[in-house]
C-alpha cells in the first residue's frame, strides 16, 4: 500500500513539473516576468520625474532620521554590555518603552540592585521561565549578573542627576 501511495505521488508530482514547464515557467521568466520588468520599468519612469523635496534644514532632517531609525537612546550613559545584550527588550534606559512604544521586556527602571540580581539568578537557574533572557545569562558568571543588576539599579538616580 505504501509503495502504490509513494509511486502515485511520484507520478503526480512529475506531472506538475511538466506542466508548469510547458506554461511558460512562470518564475524564470515567462508571462510573470514580462509583468515584473513592466513593473521595473514604471518605477524608474516615476522615480526619474519626481524631484527630491527642497528643504532648508537638510542637516536636521538627516540627524533627526537617524535619531528615529536607531530609536530613543538613554538621556545618560549605559554600557556597551547593557546596550548589546538588555537594551532591544528593557529601553536604552530600562523603561520598558522605545518611542512611546511598550518593548517585549518589562521596565527595570528603578528596581533595586538586589531584586535585579535575584531575578537575573532566578532566570540563568531556570526558576523564572523565559528562554531569551535564559539564553542571554547561561554564559555569565555570578559576577557579570552583580555587573549588570548594579548598572540598572543606577539608571534612576542617572536620571535624577540630569534632571536637576
Avoid: W
Wanted: glycine share 10%; net charge positive; with cysteine.
Amino acid at each position: 500500500m505504501k509503495n502504490i501511495i509513494a509511486i502515485i505521488s511520484t507520478v503526480i508530482v512529475l506531472g506538475l513539473m511538466g506542466y508548469t514547464f510547458n506554461n511558460g515557467r512562470a518564475f524564470q521568466g515567462g508571462e510573470a516576468g514580462n509583468i515584473i520588468e513592466d513593473i521595473k520599468v514604471s518605477n524608474n519612469q516615476v522615480q526619474m520625474n519626481t524631484q527630491p523635496p527642497q528643504n532648508d534644514n537638510i542637516e536636521e532632517d538627516k540627524i533627526r532620521a537617524l535619531r528615529n531609525k536607531a530609536g530613543n537612546t538613554a538621556s545618560f550613559e549605559v554600557s556597551n554590555n547593557y546596550r548589546s545584550k538588555c537594551a532591544s527588550c528593557h529601553g536604552a534606559d530600562g523603561s520598558g518603552l522605545q518611542n512611546g512604544k511598550k518593548l517585549m521586556g518589562p521596565g527595570l527602571f528603578g528596581q533595586s540592585e538586589e531584586k535585579l540580581y535575584k531575578d537575573l539568578i532566578d532566570f540563568k537557574a531556570g526558576r523564572k521561565e523565559n528562554l531569551i533572557m535564559k539564553g542571554l545569562l547561561i554564559n555569565l558568571s555570578e559576577e557579570d549578573l552583580k555587573e549588570y543588576a548594579k548598572e540598572i539599579a543606577q539608571f534612576k538616580a542617572k536620571k535624577d542627576a540630569l534632571e536637576k
